[in-house]
């Protein structure tokens, strides 16, 4: 029944303590390495305890990864060995099966879901922390891709939240320079907002408004009939990795460079959103051939951080107090984020 599948996937206390057994048991096995390690010895190998922790997060699909994978992203929150070990865990995450994808697929289309499809793969292009992708065909001949969200993950995103607090543990022995609080605090609105498959695809669709006199930006075209809270059915962008251009010539990696802070500073300062996911495997570089690259793909709308007005008044204050060496404009800028007892040698200027 499609209506009991649905519900049973909404955050429920088994679906909670199923989850805190899995997590807890990796999680925990790993913390408790560590702590015993330190014990015997006052050397700490950071390279073989972020080893540890990414072996027990690439077993676990969910939250917890996606929390790691942005951890990894924050410049000198966690020290250089955990950082590049656990940006490794977006390949980690295996696909569920074509018995998993035919449950789920009808559950969020109905029984006769294969029938609204030319064609749809069986496997898995990529699976990630929260979902996995499918490349389809539409009834008219167009490239698609199915955007799948794994089951129970309300139940996962609360109970692994509650758990950050191992991490963010672990994480003060390390080091004490950062607050993670308001780390924690941020990182969960933006989980909870990941699961509304409806919020990603108004997304998508502001995405692709705001860069619509951008010609080298692509946004994928929604298929609305075929998404739900779920599942995103939109446009198959052909694309290469940006990795694959790191060592090519300088014009074309400012080319893609260009783009890339294009598309996530034009929402910012017309909008005032931000595309708040800088993993690369949600770029990808377009051609018309097979020659060099014309412009950038924009795939994954699901990390997207909605700001005030005020905020982003912030940030052209100091953006122009910064270009005019105007010390009191800069100032200024600070005492709009919220911050209190500010003076000129507090922010380095």
Known sequence: NKTDDKDNE???????LSRYAKVGTGVGSAAAR????????????????AKLFRQALGSLKGPLMKVAQL??????????????????????????GWPFVRRRMAAELGADWQDRFAS?????????????????TSLSGEALACKLQYPDMASAVEADLSQLKV????????????DTTEIAGEIGARLREELDYVREAGHMRLYKSVLAD????HIPDLHEDLSTGRLITMQWLEGRKLLEFKDDTQDVRNMLCRNMFEAWWRPFTSHGVIHGDPHLGNYTAWSDGAGDP??????DFGCV??????????????????????RDRIVSAYDIWGFKGLNLSLIHI
């Open 294 to 299: 014309q412009g950038l793909n924009l795939l």
């Open 305 to 326: 951080r909605v700001f005030p007005p005020s905020f982003v008044k912030g940030v052209v204050e100091l953006y122009r107090g910064l270009q005019a060496d105007d």
């Open 10 to 16: 909404a955050n429920s206390l088994t679906g909670r």
């Open 120 to 136: 749809f793969d069986r496997e898995a292009t990529a699976a990630a922390s929260l979902g996995q992708v499918h490349r389809a």
């Open 214 to 217: 951008r010609p080298d930006i």
């Open 34 to 49: 560590v702590a015993a390690s330190r014990a015997f010895s006052s050397d700490k190998d950071h390279l073989a305890e």
């Open 71 to 96: 951890m990894a992203t924050i410049p000198e929150a966690l020290p250089a060995e955990f950082a590049e070990e656990l940006a490794q865990l977006q390949n980690e995450a295996p696909a569920m």
């Open 167 to 178: 991490l963010f543990a672990l994480h003060r022995q390390i080091s004490k320079a950062i």
